[in-house]
């Protein structure tokens, strides 16, 4: 293996570690207090929330963006590496536990590189130019004439050299994060840029990785949720006895609607869990499924949020010569992780720890506090790395379930839901509506744009705690979908363009982010409706794009796509005859208009007889500014592409007017390997230019592309995401 | 009342003490053994995680009674090759950074390493169909089946 990753209980032990040694004459103050107390600093603005460096030259670096199994945590090792000099092997990673490491924010919105490498860079270029200075002094040397190689800094005239071990060691720098520190000259990188291969990979091949679900601390129970027949159901009796004979059993754990029992045992905790008789009210609180869009359209809308006002969109439609309008929705998905989400919790001498694989622990720390009562300070939440979670799926809620069930107890108690608990109640992407209308002039071009998104409100925050709801204990009130209302607005300079978001009341399902939230759905419906526009003028769809588009990026990245993908122009759907069609789709984002770019071209066949879809093939342009490690940014690419082909022709949760009826793989199915696309990709590097996310962007591309290529095979529009074959066939009727 | 089953494990016999001999083979494996390669995805045997060889065909331990395993050998992820003694198909997997997540990866590496002993040159909708009831929700497919496709050159 290139390099380790130690055990967490290394860390956590070496937290404790007891350094005498002071020197007077240091920069450097000595670490953590005498007495032994863990004094780690986790403020924002100190290099040690960031860094240490222990005698021997290796580096710790403390992240509060967490590898969600997107590899970034390698990527972020990378960049300590670079801008220390040190070997990639030295550099270790603690990752969100908020007794350690820096509330860098949640790890979400493809910001893990764009903001938390860029905070971590800046700490690392301050470190360096601190541990520079120090070293001049100790070799009596000026800092110009120093170098730095695989953590020693030498001097160039006369050879003296010292470590970074030796100049710093186990004591803390003390210094302020310096947003001037000088950077390293990207043109003098050499391991950021480079495909260096993910560190956890060789354990997880190996069954020698720890997952959250593997994790395990001394004396611990099991335990497993009993959740409500109806979502909003009261729990009105339960009959112990049920589960009485199930061995192992060590309690049932009743809290309001919060029902669980915990068990000596897994197999014990499952089976008492299943046997357990709970008598719950109906409740029929959900809508309809088959009227799902005249619910969302008919649910009150608590506010408008403009996103984009340019001219008068109306007025410029109303007096338009030729005008097109159209309708797009998009089914309410499940985050899916294929491990159901698990933590563990201990209450000690009033103190909570909770292991979990939150991407939010600093914000999970203060709901747990808030569950319970008691202040930030006595809850410590940490960080396991699990199952890949694409968002805000159950993880947290598990965490709340562990923590309930420990209280309840008394002793540690690791919680696992079962399938049917991730697929029924990790919160949901919201369903989401667009009416879209747009005026064209005599000529062809387009003179209004008028969009109207109906979306639940709410935008950045914390999703309620499932536990918390149940036992009615303190907890948020309200949605949070994610910051949903992204990418309404457009890329295309039209002289009148008006984008709306009506901010809803209400939706059937708890909502939360699912990857590229809103800005998957709102790029399907315009980048749709743009193909749209250039199809009723006679227009290639690529040449109807650049006519609009004024940001040069923007228009290099569709050139390179255009030649990447072979582009033929078209001014006119293909319609192919026989019972397969096949066809092309281009499709367009600029991430939030405001950073990664992202072009697409899918190649599909669409069987008229079955209303199959098959998506052949995708090919993906992508400038994402400076890239740290290509390949883990194609693997996001990739990721991103089969994922969203998946929920494009496949997912749809449903619900009967109680509960979540879509509870596994059979009724909830995803992309299987026969149905694959093949992928190819090229990377703009732009290594002089700021690293942007790429967890999300190419996703929001994929099921506009898919949908204008389905046009292009058959001449019908898409416009209800999953392109399942029976709206394909009804499509194909009425077209 | 608990009854003492032997389990042949990696390479090692075992007794295992369970209360229940219907309890799925996974939590002998992973709560009894503390093997972390085959895990828990469903319990339904619809996603594969927890793909183990019995007897070198893969089964899906979750859905699979103690009672059913009877003499048959067992062997798990860790029992395929080490972080030092590489199986091909782990070392293909490693080679083509073939993971995200990779929670699924122990049932795609079990699943693939079975299949390529009795295919020695598949084609790709071969490799397709062999892991077809395989999933994988970080879309890591097209490398997954770049790693079969490498280890089939190497087994």
């Given at each position: 293996?290139?390099?380790?990753?130690?055990?967490?209980?290394?860390?956590?032990?070496?937290?404790?570690?007891?350094?005498?040694?002071?020197?007077?004459?240091?920069?450097?103050?000595?670490?953590?207090?005498?007495?032994?107390?863990?004094?780690?600093?986790?403020?924002?603005?100190?290099?040690?929330?960031?860094?240490?460096?222990?005698?021997?030259?290796?580096?710790?670096?403390?992240?509060?963006?967490?590898?969600?199994?997107?590899?970034?945590?390698?990527?972020?090792?990378?960049?300590?590496?670079?801008?220390?000099?040190?070997?990639?092997?030295?550099?270790?990673?603690?990752?969100?536990?908020?007794?350690?490491?820096?509330?860098?924010?949640?790890?979400?919105?493809?910001?893990?590189?764009?903001?938390?490498?860029?905070?971590?860079?800046?700490?690392?270029?301050?470190?360096?130019?601190?541990?520079?200075?120090?070293?001049?002094?100790?070799?009596?040397?000026?800092?110009?004439?120093?170098?730095?190689?695989?953590?020693?800094?030498?001097?160039?005239?006369?050879?003296?050299?010292?470590?970074?071990?030796?100049?710093?060691?186990?004591?803390?720098?003390?210094?302020?994060?310096?947003?001037?520190?000088?950077?390293?000259?990207?043109?003098?990188?050499?391991?950021?840029?480079?495909?260096?291969?993910?560190?956890?990979?060789?354990?997880?091949?190996?069954?020698?990785?720890?997952?959250?679900?593997?994790?395990?601390?001394?004396?611990?129970?099991?335990?497993?949720?009993?959740?409500?027949?109806?979502?909003?159901?009261?729990?009105?009796?339960?009959?112990?006895?049920?589960?009485?004979?199930?061995?192992?059993?060590?309690?049932?754990?009743?809290?309001?609607?919060?029902?669980?029992?915990?068990?000596?045992?897994?197999?014990?905790?499952?089976?008492?869990?299943?046997?357990?008789?709970?008598?719950?009210?109906?409740?029929?609180?959900?809508?309809?499924?088959?009227?799902?869009?005249?619910?969302?359209?008919?649910?009150?809308?608590?506010?408008?949020?403009?996103?984009?006002?340019?001219?008068?969109?109306?007025?410029?439609?109303?007096?338009?010569?030729?005008?097109?309008?159209?309708?797009?929705?998009?089914?309410?998905?499940?985050?899916?992780?294929?491990?159901?989400?698990?933590?563990?919790?201990?209450?000690?001498?009033?103190?909570?720890?909770?292991?979990?694989?939150?991407?939010?622990?600093?914000?999970?720390?203060?709901?747990?506090?808030?569950?319970?009562?008691?202040?930030?300070?006595?809850?410590?939440?940490?960080?396991?790395?699990?199952?890949?979670?694409?968002?805000?799926?159950?993880?947290?809620?598990?965490?709340?379930?562990?923590?309930?069930?420990?209280?309840?107890?008394?002793?540690?108690?690791?919680?696992?839901?079962?399938?049917?608990?991730?697929?029924?109640?990790?919160?949901?992407?919201?369903?989401?509506?667009?009416?879209?209308?747009?005026?064209?002039?005599?000529?062809?071009?387009?003179?209004?744009?008028?969009?109207?998104?109906?979306?639940?409100?709410?935008?950045?925050?914390?999703?309620?705690?499932?536990?918390?709801?149940?036992?009615?204990?303190?907890?948020?009130?309200?949605?949070?979908?994610?910051?949903?209302?992204?990418?309404?607005?457009?890329?295309?300079?039209?002289?009148?363009?008006?984008?709306?978001?009506?901010?809803?009341?209400?939706?059937?399902?708890?909502p939360s982010w699912i990857r590229a939230p809103g800005r998957m759905q709102n790029t399907f419906c315009n980048e749709s409706f743009i193909d749209e526009l250039a199809a009723a003028i006679g227009a290639d769809p690529l040449e109807f794009r650049l006519r609009y588009l004024n940001d040069p990026r923007g228009v290099e990245l569709l050139k390179r796509l255009a030649r990447f993908a072979q582009w033929q122009g078209r001014t006119l759907p293909k319609r192919e005859s026989g019972d397969v069609a096949?066809?092309?789709?281009?499709?367009?984002?600029?991430?939030?208009?405001?950073?990664?770019?992202?072009?697409?071209?899918?190649?599909?066949?669409?069987?008229?007889?079955?209303?199959?879809?098959?998506?052949?093939?995708?090919?993906?342009?992508?400038?994402?500014?400076?890239?740290?490690?290509?390949?883990?940014?194609?693997?996001?690419?990739?990721?991103?592409?089969?994922?969203?082909?998946?929920?494009?022709?496949?997912?749809?949760?449903?619900?009967?007017?109680?509960?979540?009826?879509?509870?596994?793989?059979?009724?909830?199915?995803?992309?299987?390997?026969?149905?694959?696309?093949?992928?190819?990709?090229?990377?703009?590097?732009?290594?002089?230019?700021?690293?942007?996310?790429?967890?999300?962007?190419?996703?929001?591309?994929?099921?506009?592309?898919?949908?204008?290529?389905?046009?292009?095979?058959?001449?019908?529009?898409?416009?209800?995401?999953?392109?399942?074959?029976?709206?394909?066939?009804?499509?194909?009727?009425t077209a | 009342m608990p009854t003492t089953i032997a389990l042949h494990v990696n390479g090692r016999a075992i007794l295992v003490k369970v209360d229940d001999p219907d309890m799925p083979l996974l939590y002998v494996l992973r709560d009894n053994l503390g093997l972390h390669g085959p895990r828990f995805g469903c319990g339904l045997g619809q996603c594969g995680c927890c793909t183990v060889h019995l007897s070198g065909r893969p089964v899906r331990s979750c859905v699979t009674p103690l009672s059913a395993v009877?003499?048959?050998?067992?062997?798990?992820?860790?029992?395929?090759?080490?972080?030092?003694?590489?199986?091909?198909?782990?070392?293909?997997?490693?080679?083509?950074?073939?993971?995200?997540?990779?929670?699924?990866?122990?049932?795609?590496?079990?699943?693939?390493?079975?299949?390529?002993?009795?295919?020695?040159?598949?084609?790709?909708?071969?490799?397709?169909?062999?892991?077809?009831?395989?999933?994988?929700?970080?879309?890591?497919?097209?490398?997954?089946?770049?790693?079969?496709?490498?280890?089939?050159?190497?087994?």
């Amino acid at each position: 293996m290139l390099f380790t990753k130690p055990s967490r209980r290394d860390l956590l032990k070496g937290t404790g570690i007891l350094i005498v040694s002071f020197s007077m004459s240091s920069l450097f103050k000595t670490a953590f207090s005498q007495s032994g107390t863990p004094a780690k600093t986790v403020a924002l603005d100190e290099v040690d929330a960031f860094l240490a460096i222990d005698p021997r030259g290796g580096v710790t670096l403390y992240s509060g963006k967490v590898d969600l199994g997107t590899g970034i945590g390698t990527a972020l090792t990378q960049i300590v590496a670079e801008e220390l000099d040190v070997p990639l092997a030295r550099v270790q990673v603690v990752e969100g536990d908020t007794a350690l490491t820096p509330a860098q924010g949640k790890t979400w919105g493809s910001l893990s590189i764009q903001n938390g490498g860029v905070q971590i860079r800046q700490a690392a270029a301050t470190a360096r130019r601190a541990l520079l200075q120090e070293a001049a002094k100790r070799l009596g040397t000026p800092a110009e004439d120093l170098i730095v190689e695989q953590g020693t800094v030498r001097s160039r005239s006369d050879g003296k050299q010292v470590t970074y071990g030796e100049l710093i060691g186990g004591k803390t720098f003390s210094l302020k994060l310096d947003k001037q520190a000088p950077l390293k000259d990207p043109a003098k990188y050499k391991i950021v840029g480079q495909s260096v291969p993910r560190f956890d990979i060789p354990g997880k091949m190996t069954g020698q990785f720890t997952y959250m679900q593997d994790f395990k601390v001394p004396g611990m129970l099991h335990g497993r949720v009993v959740r409500p027949a109806a979502i909003g159901a009261t729990l009105l009796s339960v009959d112990e006895s049920s589960a009485r004979d199930v061995p192992g059993l060590v309690k049932v754990v009743r809290q309001g609607n919060f029902l669980g029992v915990v068990a000596e045992s897994e197999w014990s905790a499952i089976l008492a869990a299943q046997k357990l008789k709970a008598n719950w009210s109906n409740w029929e609180g959900l809508p309809e499924q088959s009227a799902l869009w005249e619910y969302v359209r008919a649910t009150k809308a608590n506010k408008d949020d403009v996103t984009s006002n340019v001219g008068n969109a109306e007025q410029a439609l109303e007096q338009a010569p030729k005008r097109l309008s159209a309708t797009y929705n998009f089914a309410i998905h499940t985050h899916g992780s294929m491990g159901p989400s698990c933590a563990i919790a201990e209450i000690k001498d009033g103190k909570l720890t909770c292991w979990s694989s939150s991407q939010a622990t600093h914000d999970l720390r203060q709901q747990l506090a808030a569950m319970l009562s008691m202040p930030d300070t006595d809850v410590r939440a940490i960080y396991v790395e699990g199952s890949g979670c694409y968002g805000r799926n159950g993880h947290e809620d598990a965490a709340a379930d562990a923590v309930l069930l420990a209280r309840a107890v008394g002793r540690p108690v690791r919680v696992q839901w079962m399938r049917e608990d991730e697929h029924g109640w990790d919160p949901k992407g919201p369903p989401t509506l667009m009416d879209l209308q747009a005026g064209l002039d005599a000529n062809g071009n387009v003179i209004a744009w008028y969009s109207q998104l109906y979306t639940p409100e709410g935008a950045i925050g914390n999703v309620k705690l499932v536990a918390a709801e149940l036992a009615g204990l303190p907890h948020e009130a309200g949605m949070v979908p994610g910051n949903v209302i992204q990418n309404t607005a457009i890329p295309y300079a039209f002289p009148n363009v008006r984008t709306v978001a009506h901010r809803l009341a209400a939706t059937p399902l708890r909502p939360s982010w699912i990857r590229a939230p809103g800005r998957m759905q709102n790029t399907f419906c315009n980048e749709s409706f743009i193909d749209e526009l250039a199809a009723a003028i006679g227009a290639d769809p690529l040449e109807f794009r650049l006519r609009y588009l004024n940001d040069p990026r923007g228009v290099e990245l569709l050139k390179r796509l255009a030649r990447f993908a072979q582009w033929q122009g078209r001014t006119l759907p293909k319609r192919e005859s026989g019972d397969v069609a096949t066809g092309r789709g281009l499709s367009y984002v600029k991430y939030e208009l405001a950073r990664t770019y992202v072009g697409a071209i899918a190649d599909v066949e669409v069987n008229r007889k079955s209303g199959e879809i098959r998506v052949r093939h995708f090919a993906i342009v992508q400038d994402c500014g400076q890239i740290i490690n290509p390949d883990g940014v194609k693997n996001q690419i990739e990721g991103n592409v089969t994922q969203t082909v998946s929920r494009v022709l496949k997912e749809e949760v449903t619900f009967d007017r109680s509960r979540v009826t879509s509870l596994n793989w059979a009724s909830y199915p995803i992309l299987t390997f026969p149905e694959i696309p093949d992928i190819d990709i090229e990377l703009i590097d732009r290594p002089t230019e700021k690293p942007w996310g790429v967890g999300e962007p190419s996703a929001a591309v994929v099921p506009s592309a898919i949908s204008n290529a389905v046009f292009d095979a058959v001449g019908v529009r898409l416009r209800s995401v999953p392109f399942t074959p029976p709206k394909v066939r009804a499509a194909m009727q009425t077209a | 009342m608990p009854t003492t089953i032997a389990l042949h494990v990696n390479g090692r016999a075992i007794l295992v003490k369970v209360d229940d001999p219907d309890m799925p083979l996974l939590y002998v494996l992973r709560d009894n053994l503390g093997l972390h390669g085959p895990r828990f995805g469903c319990g339904l045997g619809q996603c594969g995680c927890c793909t183990v060889h019995l007897s070198g065909r893969p089964v899906r331990s979750c859905v699979t009674p103690l009672s059913a395993v009877g003499k048959k050998k067992i062997v798990t992820l860790e029992g395929l090759g080490t972080p030092d003694k590489l199986h091909p198909v782990q070392k293909a997997f490693v080679e083509e950074q073939a993971a995200q997540c990779g929670y699924c990866i122990n049932g795609m590496i079990m699943e693939a390493a079975a299949f390529l002993a009795s295919n020695k040159s598949p084609s790709d909708a071969q490799i397709k169909q062999a892991l077809a009831h395989n999933l994988c929700r970080c879309g890591t497919h097209q490398r997954i089946l770049l790693a079969v496709k490498r280890a089939a050159t190497a087994v």
